[in-house]
C-alpha cells in the first residue's frame, strides 16, 4: 500500500526554523508531482509549495522568501525548510504526493508558533 509519512513539526518561536520531511513508498507508479499543504482551524487547506520530478517549485505568496521545498527522488522524499516563522504559519500541515492518476495525503504534522 502506498505510504506517505510527514515528520519534523512541532512548537517553535517566532522568527525560528523547522525543516519538514516526508516520505512516500509503495507506488508501482513514480511519483510525479509533490507538495506541502496546509490548514489552519477555521479555514481552508491552502498549497504551501509545489515541485516537480524535475525541481520546478512553486510557493504560496505568504511564504515565498522564507520556505524552501525540495526533493530527492530516489528517496521519494520532499523537505520544506521554514524560516523565519510566524504565528500565522501555525497549522497542520499535510504532505502531497502525486501520481500520474491518483493523489496520496499523510496524516499531517502539527507546527505550532509562537509569539
Known amino acids: 500500500q502506498v505510504q506517505v509519512v510527514e515528520s519534523g513539526g512541532g512548537l517553535v518561536q517566532a522568527g525560528g526554523s523547522l525543516r519538514l520531511s516526508c516520505a512516500a513508498s509503495?507506488?508501482?507508479?513514480?511519483?510525479?508531482?509533490m507538495g506541502w499543504y496546509r490548514q489552519a482551524p477555521g479555514k481552508e487547506r491552502e498549497l504551501v509549495a509545489h515541485?516537480?520530478?524535475?525541481?520546478?517549485?512553486k510557493y504560496a505568496d505568504s511564504v515565498k522568501g522564507r520556505f524552501t521545498i525540495s526533493r530527492d527522488n530516489p528517496k521519494d522524499t520532499v523537505y520544506l525548510q521554514m524560516n523565519s516563522l510566524k504565528p500565522e504559519d501555525t497549522a497542520v500541515y499535510y504532505c502531497?504526493?502525486?501520481?500520474?492518476?491518483?493523489?496520496?495525503w499523510g496524516q499531517g504534522t502539527q507546527v505550532t508558533v509562537s509569539s
Open positions: 502531497n504526493a502525486q501520481t500520474w492518476d491518483y493523489a496520496y
Open positions: 509503495g507506488s508501482i507508479f513514480s511519483f510525479t508531482d
Open positions: 515541485i516537480t520530478r524535475d525541481g520546478i517549485t
